[in-house]
């Protein structure tokens, strides 16, 4: 057992675990976010890669209106503000949002709990313990 087990946030105020935790939990469904962001990335190219083969498929059936239409206007689209495409979106989340967050949430461990992760969590285990055995 290691010494965050022996003595998870003993010298912390509740609140000041419960802030820790939301922090963390904060952290963690921005983690979920970012998952979220990477498949809309990887859909909206998968997207993109069937509409380039409908433009040509278009195309070789007569139908260059239509294939003019997806190689001039979607194509070279992005997917917000038209210039940006889900890449960029993706990349300034993990380097703007997702850093800073994080950042703040490494500051309050350790100004608060000397860097320790999971706190809440750890205290939790050890009443569970407790409870089951006794001693």
Same mark, same amino acid.
């Given at each position: ?18 802030? *820790?935790?939301?922090?963390? *939990?904060?952290?963690?469904?921005? =983690? =979920? ?17 069937? *509409? ?59 100004? *608060? ?12 285990? =050890? ?9």
């Amino acid at each position: 057992m290691d010494s965050d087990d022996e003595r998870p946030g003993d010298d912390l105020t509740e609140r000041e675990v419960e802030a *820790l935790h939301e922090v963390e *939990l904060g952290v963690e469904w921005l =983690r =979920r976010a970012h998952g979220k962001l990477v498949a809309f990335h990887h859909n909206t190219g998968h997207a993109m890669e069937h *509409l380039e083969s409908a433009e040509a498929l278009l195309r070789e059936s007569g139908h260059t209106d239509l294939a003019d239409e997806i190689r001039d206007s979607h194509l070279p689209r992005g997917v917000v503000d038209e210039d940006r495409w889900s890449y960029d979106v993706l990349a300034s989340f993990e380097r703007d949002f997702m850093a800073d967050v994080s950042g703040v949430a490494d500051r309050a461990r350790g100004d *608060l709990a000397d860097g320790r992760h999971h706190v809440a969590e750890r205290r939790q285990k =050890r009443e569970w313990k407790h409870d089951a055995d006794p001693e």
